[in-house]
């Protein structure tokens, strides 16, 4: 499975962005990680086949998690962008043993206050 990410971008603290992954084929779940300058990557949200989603209880409810199963799209909308949301976000998918096996190449978010 091949995982393309776009949308990020540069914007103003207060903003939103909608960050876009395309895979290459279907999968069953279809998540979000983020990796912030100098440290590790943490994982956002994901999203099942089912559209049963689960979030890092750590981050404030401005993340939405969301897909298009007939495109084999997944989205990730962020609102209220902080300068703290200031990372490389990857869109990840679990292979046969439930690992995140795939990834994509990320997709810079930086945020300026």
């Known amino acids: 499975v091949q995982l393309q990410a776009s949308g990020g971008g540069t914007v103003q603290a207060g903003g939103s962005l909608r960050l876009s992954c395309a895979a290459s084929?279907?999968?069953?779940?279809m998540a979000w990680f983020r990796q912030a300058p100098g440290k590790e990557r943490d994982f956002v949200a994901r999203?099942?086949?089912?559209?049963?989603?689960s979030y890092n209880s750590f981050l404030e409810d401005r993340f939405t998690i969301s897909r298009d199963k007939a495109k084999n799209m997944l989205y990730l909308q962020i609102d209220h962008l902080k300068p703290e949301d200031t990372a490389v976000y990857y869109c990840t998918a679990p292979g046969p043993t439930g690992e995140y096996t795939y990834w994509g190449q990320g997709t810079l978010v930086t945020v300026s206050s």
């Open positions: 084929a279907r999968t069953y779940a």
């Open positions: 999203i099942n086949w089912n559209l049963d989603t």
